[in-house]
Each structure stands twice: as C-alpha cells, then as structure tokens.
C-alpha cells in the first residue's frame, strides 16, 4: 500500500491505485468473456486418445465353417439370411459371421423373395463401410415399430432394431414452425444404421445390419399396424430377437413409460464363445462443425463419478478429428445446454466411453459377453422437472458454473414468476427488481463512499504537492480518511458482493432450457436467441444500443475521484461493452436483464447523489413499477 498512492507523471491514470483498479477490473471482464466465449479447446487436464484408423475391409460373401475356433463366427439364425460382420477399429482381415441359411433374405420393407433351396444369400456390414444394407433407401423403407406418448414419439427400424427418430411433442425445430425437435441427428439425414443410435456391439462387429422379423410387442390393448400408443404410467415392451445355431438366441428389447422420457434398452447374447468381447450399447449423434464450436450453446460430455463428482467435457476436447475417454460412471451424457440423451448405470456403475470419429460422437456403455443394459433419459435439459425426478442426480447435467449455488434458488423464482405473469420476459424483468431492490442498502453505501472519496479529492490533491516522500504522503492520506471517517475501498466491497449473485443470474438465464422459444414482446420472440428489429432489411439490435446509452449515462452519474483523463477512458468502457455485445450476441434474455438493472441504477443513482424530497427506498419503488408496466404493456402490443 505504500505506493499506491503516489503520484506518477507517465502514469495515464493519475495514481498506481486507480491504475490497478481498473485494470483488475478489465482482466476480470476479460477472463470470464474469454471463458464464456473462447473456452480452451486443448484443456491438458483431458486425457487425449487417438483412435486407431479404422481400414475399410473387402466384404467376406463365404459362409462360415462350422468347425471355427471359438474366436470365430458364431451362427445366428432367422429368417434374413447370412449377416457377416468385419470387427470393428482392427486391421485384420478376419471376420465374424453370424449367419443363417432359409428360403431366402428379408427385403427392407419385409417381402420375401421366391425360395430357392439349393442356395443360401448373404449380406454383409462392415463398420463404418456403406454397403448395400446400409443403403438410405434400405433404411428408409425398412418397416418401423412406432411408440406414441404424450411427450414424443419414437421410431424403430427393424433394420438392426435401432431408434431411427426420437421426436419431442413439446418442442420443435425451429421458432413458430412446426415440425418437432427430433433428437436423433444425423448428417444429411442420410439414415444410414451406422448413424443411428442404439447400436450394439458383439462379437468384434455389430448388429446395425441385422435385418429383424416384426418384433413382440407386450402393450396395453391399444396397439395396432406397427404403432403403440402409451397413456400416461403405461408401459410397454418391444422386443427383437433372432436364433443362434447353437439353440440360443440374440435379443434386444426396449421398454417404455408413458409420461416420462425414460426408455430402458437392453441387449442378449445366450451362450457367446469362449473370450467374446463385452457387449456395448451406444447413443450416437452427428454434430455440424460450427454447431462444435458454438460457445452460447456448448455440446458436452457429462459424467456422474461414484464420487458424486460431475465433470463436463466439450466435445471438441476429444481430438480434432478422433479421441476417446473411457471413464466408471453413474451416468453419462451427451447433449447441448438444452437437450440431451443420458444413459444411466443399472447397477452403482459402468464402464462407459465418449468416443469421437470426425463429426460423429458416441457414448458407449459397455456390459458383459452375455448383456448390456442402460436406462436412458432422452429429454430435455430443465432444471425444475429434473430435480423432482430424484433420480440419480440428473440435474446435474444442467452446467450453472462456480455460482450454481446461487443459480439455481435464481433459476427457481424466474420460474414462480413465470407462473404468475405467463412471460419469461416479465419474470426477467420482476427478479431483476427484486434483486437490485434488496441490494439497495449496499448500493447506498457504495456511492455513498464514493462521494466522500470525490469530495476529498481537493485535500487529497494538496497532500500531493506538498509531500515528495511515498512513505510519509500514504501515512498522511490514510490520517486524513480517519478523520474524515472515508474509508477508500467502500464504494468497491459492496458491489464486489454482488458480483457472484450477477453471474449466479448470468449462468441461470444462459441455460434455462425454459427460455428456448419464449417470446417477450414486439420483436424479441426467442429469449435464449439475440434479438435484432429489422429495419429495411437491415437486422438492428436495438436492446443492445438500448443497453449501451444506458451503461454511458450510468457511468457519467457515477462519483468519481479521477482526474479528466481518466474519466475519459472509463467512459469508453460502455462502448466497448456494446460493440463486444453486437458483434458477441448475447440471448435477449440477458440483454433485457442487464438494460433492466441498468435503468434501476440510474434512478438510484440520481436519488442517492442529491437530496430530493422522495427518497432513496420510495424513488425505487416507483421507477420499478414503471420499469415493469412498461414491459408488461409493451407484451400487450
């Protein structure tokens, strides 16, 4: 502290004091804009694997012996034929067949070709290799069993009995349209097995290209031509299953629950050979380059440890091109800040794997030789409704920061504002006085200590002048604020203890799965989207510019003790918060919290400086009900 005060003639800002506190305060801006948006893509304390270059392998068309060692294909029978399988991420050529002999193969949309007897067809898939029965019109026209409940509607294909769509009634794709979210997504839709989720992995291949007869269906009475309507707490089970040689059987079966966005899926392999590697269950999903590397809406992998620890990994940390991470889980996830597919261990924990081949992602869940099982929730990312389920700690998966403590209780009154207004706009707008309303006390002492700072400035100022030595010139400053009863860093601690509860609203209001598609008024229609008017076609975001006179005329109300200089450059900042903001769009839901606290501050501003007849406590009760009429006829318009 001993020089801090001193007076330096290069030093722009006047004193060593001023100089650090606003430089602490830019770094502060800096290093959470730079987290938020620019996160380190190469973080060092992510384990990196590359995944061995998987070589496309030439088709095996040969039946298999029957006398194969027992590392060897293992024969399944039904009525499709010969499916061999290449094992997947090996170089070798060898192959793992599981093959059946009738009258002839299953065509995709579930005809029969005539018998032939003296010959036996073959088709064959080979991880990541497109082959016929990976074809999109194979997938396409393959038949599909159809589960209809009050929250969406699920297709699966018979061709390898995968979840070809997954569509949430409550949602759709894009703003005031009306085609429903689906979150299953592939590139191009191209539909081809190998995109799909809830493939398995058996005997060193997979069983994408198992063409399954109509599955049994155990349901309540109202199922018919391939579709199954579940009311609300009824169940129903979907199962597909083909014949080993050996008198087993392979079975998958799914379950449902109407009313939830559970799905249990399970995979069985009776009698595998000697050695057989574990079963795997994946949910695979297809991410666009810009959709990775979008910062506002983040695509991550989450874990839940046995510790109770949850770790969030960005997907671009899994290698530009390929990576892996095996991990013990009770869960894991994969999904944006909204929705996400969450496949959660049956017993305390799984082996599970987060797995990247260019700009399609997997997590695995890895079972035994003989089974693998998950339940999966396949849902939206929302807080409330998470956190009622009691579920093994779900909500977690919604990432509010350091501040979470804070987020949450935040998170919880914007929705019983929502309850009672109908618009998350206006519930905005109503926490955002709540808040600036209880911390008026502390606002009042900040400025408070910064007018007895500015008012000391002419005292402060001749101590300068008058004393050279840096030592003697502090002892004489801090005598001169006890007697004047100023203490210099009053007009900082009080907002420093309101940092936290801002990013606390910030992290809430950034991933509330609520605000997705909710409108406010006039132009703004999508809260957790930038807002802009269009004025002859040119797009004008015209909250932000709102924002930013508003933060500039704050700035020029507050006390300061700076030099002109000085106030020179802090009254730059506003601007570079605006040009930051237009050319980073923030949701217009954030803009409208910060215009809304910045119109607040200015009325406390004004009558806490000067001595007026209405006071502090009143002045904000008033201009807070006419902040909030405003909003609320603005929705009306």
């Not at 380059?289 to 979008?294: G, M, T, V, Y």
């Not at 949850?310 to 009770?330: M, P, Y």
Request: with cysteine; glycine share 6%; hydrophobic share 40%.
């Amino acid at each position: 502290m001993s020089n801090m005060s001193q007076s330096n003639p290069t030093n722009p800002f006047g004193d060593k004091r001023t100089a650090l506190a606003f430089f602490l305060s830019l770094i502060v801006i800096v290093a959470y804009t730079e987290l938020l948006l620019k996160p380190d893509e190469q973080a060092q304390r992510f384990r990196q694997e590359q995944l061995t270059a998987q070589q496309r392998q030439t088709p095996s068309t040969s039946a298999p012996s029957a006398k194969e060692d027992t590392k060897g294909p293992v024969p399944i029978t039904n009525s499709s034929g010969t499916v061999t399988t290449t094992p997947s991420g090996t170089t070798s050529a060898a192959t793992t067949s599981i093959s059946v002999a009738n009258t002839g193969p299953v065509i995709a949309d579930g005809t029969r070709p005539a018998a032939n007897s003296d010959t036996t067809e073959q088709s064959t898939v080979a991880n990541n290799s497109q082959t016929p029965a990976e074809t999109p019109s194979t997938i396409a026209n393959a038949k599909t069993t159809t589960i209809q409940t009050s929250l969406y509607a699920a297709d699966i294909t018979h061709l390898g009995a995968l979840l070809k769509s997954y569509r949430l009634k409550r949602h759709t794709k894009e703003l005031g349209g009306e085609e429903l979210l689906d979150l299953v997504q592939t590139e191009d839709d191209s539909l081809l097995p190998s995109d799909l989720p809830f493939g398995i992995k058996l005997l060193g291949g997979d069983d994408r290209a198992i063409a399954f007869s109509d599955p049994v269906i155990t349901t309540p009475s109202n199922a018919s031509s391939g579709i199954v309507t579940l009311e609300n707490g009824e169940e129903a089970q979907v199962t597909f299953q083909v014949s080993l040689e050996n008198g087993g059987a392979y079975t998958k079966q799914y379950r449902f629950v109407g009313g939830t966005y559970f799905v249990e899926v399970s995979a069985e392999l009776s009698a595998p050979p000697v050695g057989a590697t574990p079963l795997q269950l994946a949910w695979s999903t297809f991410v666009p380059e810009e959709a990775a590397k979008n910062t506002y809406d983040p695509v991550n992998f989450s874990f839940l440890f046995p510790n109770d620890k949850v770790e969030h990994i960005r997907i671009t940390e899994l290698g530009e091109k390929t990576g892996q991470r095996e991990e013990v889980a009770r869960w894991g996830s994969l999904g944006d800040k909204y929705f996400m597919a969450s496949l959660i261990a049956l017993g305390d924990s799984q082996e599970m794997t987060a797995e990247r081949a260019e700009n399609n992602y997997t997590l695995w869940v890895k079972g035994s030789p003989e089974k693998v099982a998950a339940k999966a929730y396949i849902g939206p990312k929302n807080y409330s409704e998470l956190k009622k389920l009691n579920f093994v700690e779900l909500h977690r998966n919604v990432n509010l920061g350091y501040f979470s403590f804070l987020a949450i209780p935040l998170l919880t009154v914007i929705n019983f504002c929502y309850g009672l207004l109908g618009n998350y706009g206006l519930a905005i707008i109503l926490l955002t006085l709540i808040i600036k309303f209880a911390f008026l006390p502390l606002t009042q002492v900040s400025l408070k200590s910064m007018k007895a700072m500015q008012d000391l400035q002419p005292e402060i100022k001749a101590l300068r002048e008058r004393i050279s030595d840096p030592n003697q010139l502090n002892q004489e400053m801090f005598a001169l604020y006890k007697r004047k009863g100023v203490n210099p860093m009053g007009g900082c601690l009080p907002m420093l203890i309101q940092i936290p509860v801002f990013l606390g609203l910030y992290n809430a209001l950034l991933n509330a799965t609520e605000l997705r598609h909710s409108p406010f008024a006039l132009w703004i229609t999508d809260l957790s989207a930038p807002e802009a008017l269009n004025l002859f076609g040119i797009p004008v975001p015209v909250m932000i510019i709102l924002m930013g006179l508003s933060m500039f005329f704050q700035q020029w109300l507050m006390p300061s003790n700076m030099d002109e200089q000085q106030k020179k450059i802090m009254m730059m900042m506003p601007v570079v918060f605006t040009i930051m903001f237009i050319v980073f769009p923030f949701p217009s839901g954030l803009v409208l919290y910060w215009l809304t606290n910045n119109l607040i501050s200015i009325v406390q501003q004004v009558y806490l400086r000067t001595e007026r007849s209405l006071g502090p406590v009143q002045a904000t009760a008033v201009a807070s009900v006419a902040i909030f009429l405003v909003g609320f006829i603005l929705t009306k318009l």
